[in-house]
C-alpha cells in the first residue's frame, strides 16, 4: 500500500497533477478488496486505475482495517500501470533507470528479513535477506566511482529506518527487484 501509494503520487506530480502530495494508504488499505489488508497487498494498481484515491487528510492513516470511516472524495486516478522489464524476469538495471526517469517512483518488491536493514549514512548494511515478503519504493539512482549503480529506496517503517525512511542499495541486495518477474511495478496518469 505504501509503496504504490509512493508511486501513484509521484505519477501525480510528474504529470503536474500536484507540486506536492500525500495520499491516502488506508484508503487503500479499507477499500481495495482484491488486497488483504494489514495482511499484505498485491503488486499491481488496479485499485488506483478503477477507483483512485483519496488523500491522507480525508483519510489518515490509522494501521488498522477496523477503521471503516474511510469515504473521502478521490483525489485522483491512475490511467495506467505496468511492470517495468519482460516476464518471468527481473527488470535490467537500465530499464529500472529509464522506468525512473519516465515514471519518477517505481514500487518493488524486497526482501524484509532481518538482512534488510540500512544504517545512519542511509546505506544497506547487509544483503543476506532472501524471501521476498514487502514492497518498497525506488525513488532515484546514482552512479558510483567504479560504475556500480544503486538506487534509493523508500521504505514505510517511518524516519527512523536509514537515513529519514532512506536508503541507498544495489539491486538484488535483499532480492531489490530482482525476483522471476513482476517486481518493479510503474502507475502513470498519462494513457
Known amino acids: 500500500t505504501f509503496a504504490r501509494a509512493a508511486a501513484f503520487e509521484a505519477a501525480l506530480i510528474k504529470a503536474g ?3 506536492t502530495l500525500d495520499l491516502s494508504e488506508q484508503d487503500t488499505l479499507l477499500n481495495d478488496k482484491q488486497s488483504s489488508g494489514c495482511s499484505g497487498g498485491y503488486m499491481d494498481a488496479s485499485w488506483e486505475v478503477r477507483a483512485g484515491q483519496t488523500t491522507e487528510i480525508l483519510c489518515p492513516y490509522k494501521a488498522s482495517t477496523w477503521w471503516r470511516s474511510c469515504k473521502g472524495t478521490k483525489f485522483a486516478k491512475a490511467a495506467k500501470w505496468g511492470m517495468v522489464g519482460g516476464r518471468n524476469r527481473a527488470p535490467s538495471i537500465e530499464e ?3 522506468a525512473i526517469i519516465q515514471f519518477g517512483t517505481l514500487a518493488v518488491t524486497v526482501a524484509a528479513g532481518s538482512g534488510f536493514s540500512a544504517n545512519s549514512a542511509g546505506k544497506m548494511a547487509g544483503c543476506g535477506s532472501s524471501r521476498v515478503n514487502h514492497m ?3 525513488t532515484g539512482y546514482r552512479t558510483l566511482p567504479d560504475g556500480t549503480t544503486e538506487f534509493k529506496i523508500k521504505n514505510s517503517w517511518g524516519k527512523g529506518w536509514g537515513m529519514g525512511g532512506y536508503a541507498w542499495s544495489r ?4 532480492r531489490l527487484a530482482s525476483s522471476s518477474g513482476d517486481d518493479a511495478l510503474f502507475i ?3 494513457k
Request: aromatic fraction near 0%; include cysteine; proline fraction near 0%.
Open 17 to 19: 497533477q500536484a507540486t
Open 171 to 174: 539491486q538484488g541486495c535483499n
Open 136 to 138: 518498497g519504493a525506488l
Open 96 to 98: 529500472l533507470k529509464e
Open 188 to 190: 502513470s496518469t498519462v
